[in-house]
């Protein structure tokens, strides 16, 4: 067994593949190198990247716009060829559930964004967090969430997981001392939202991501209602991100999808993540880890070796969206990508319209508090931390006479 790992691990350092979803400048197609320019350049800024990152122009026509790719299976150059792709040796398109080439455009967009080394597109936000957590939890396995949360992942989290015996503590969002009391050996990650839904609170990633690290976990991170616009996680310690992006990010109310990007520095290979870490009989022995990882053959090959990896990418997407199927329809994936174009725009006007709103609000006759960090209050300090440009487009008021005068 260790010399097949061994001789697998060779062919991956040697295969000349193209690895889906990084945030690098690797090319969609073997021939969009050639030819055309109009690439995203090595030093965009935020609202480029929002236009021209992850996409190629069509190596055959120059065409500007990332095509969609409405197949659902790829053909082979020969049988070595497809073996190779089916052992994990070399990559490339192979069935629509696993990758597309439409959709990988979007994984690399948001991983530029996000600045992470890699990203797998789902069909929803709860998608994205099913396959984030099935990549680390087993039966009986634990994780810690903060108590702001979606409602909908309130229900997944306290009531679909309990079938899968995945288990969870909800945890006060400033309450630092009882969520690192709660935290046990069967325990494998922090979760938390960093602007809160519904309220628009604005969370201490720092804080979570240091206590997550003092005990060998991943801090989790939905960043849907910020978007990378306003927070961006990986700078203050996330080691993961999930988005729905069905909402802010596409904008537009026309396309459901997800999201799961990695970082790419947290050790997988500690003994807590034995998905990741052990050889997987699927794959012939492999281990994603050891192979995918930060210091593995496949990071050396790309430049990023003792930096970043890609391993819980690579995990989430020949494991989970393998057996489990959640992926992203490819029109689904062109609409969000021409949603996320005019990301910084929205976002923007969303945070102001929000706090001419809120203002507004603070002076009406009826309203008896205003709860939003644009607006000043115990979460302004954190708003002037994580998101300067703007605390979203959430927050919540009360009438005087309660629900009563509602």
Excluded at 27 to 34: F, G, I, N, T, V
Aim: with cysteine; hydrophobic share 40%.
């Amino acid at each position: 067994d260790t010399r097949n790992r061994a001789r697998h691990s060779s062919k991956v350092l040697r295969s000349n593949f193209l690895v889906p979803s990084l945030n690098s400048r690797v090319p969609l197609h073997p021939m969009a190198d050639a030819g055309f320019g109009g690439r995203c350049p090595e030093d965009a800024g935020f609202a480029t990247k929002c236009l021209l990152a992850g996409q190629e122009p069509d190596p055959a026509t120059g065409a500007r716009t990332c095509p969609i790719t409405m197949s659902t299976g790829f053909v082979f150059k020969n049988s070595d060829d497809a073996a190779a792709k089916f052992a994990l040796q070399a990559f490339g398109p192979i069935y629509t559930r696993i990758t597309n080439p439409t959709s990988e455009a979007l994984e690399k967009k948001i991983a530029a964004l996000e600045g992470g080394s890699a990203a797998v597109a789902v069909s929803c936000g709860h998608a994205a967090q099913l396959l984030a957590f099935s990549n680390i939890l087993q039966p009986g396995d634990h994780f810690i969430a903060t108590d702001k949360l979606y409602g909908g992942s309130y229900t997944q989290f306290g009531r679909q997981f309990k079938q899968f015996g995945w288990e969870v503590s909800f945890c006060g969002v400033e309450d630092f001392e009882g969520i690192e009391k709660s935290i046990t050996s069967k325990t494998k990650a922090l979760y938390c939202e960093a602007v809160a839904n519904p309220g628009g609170l604005v969370v201490d990633l720092e804080k979570l991501a240091d206590i997550a690290h003092r005990h060998g976990v991943p801090l989790i991170v939905d960043n849907t209602t910020a978007t990378p616009y306003l927070v961006r996680p990986f700078e203050h310690g996330a080691d993961v991100i999930v988005h729905s992006a069905t909402k802010a990010l596409g904008g537009h109310g026309n396309a459901m999808g997800g999201f799961v990007v990695e970082k790419g520095d947290f050790d997988w290979g500690s003994g807590k993540f034995p998905i990741i870490s052990e050889p997987c009989d699927s794959y012939h022995g492999v281990k994603l880890y050891e192979t995918f990882g930060k210091d593995g053959p496949v990071a050396d090959m790309l430049g990023t070796k003792g930096k970043t990896g890609i391993s819980f990418a690579i995990a989430a997407r020949v494991l989970g969206l393998r057996d489990m199927g959640m992926c992203i329809s490819p029109f689904n994936a062109f609409l969000i990508s021409m949603g996320m174009e005019t990301l910084p725009l929205r976002m923007q006007k969303h945070c102001d319209n929000a706090l001419a709103v809120a203002r507004f609000l603070e002076k009406h006759e009826a309203v008896s508090w205003v709860r939003y960090a644009g607006l000043g209050g115990p979460n302004y300090d954190l708003h002037q931390k994580y998101c300067p440009k703007g605390a979203g487009s959430l927050f919540t008021f009360g009438l005087k006479g309660g629900y009563a005068a509602g």
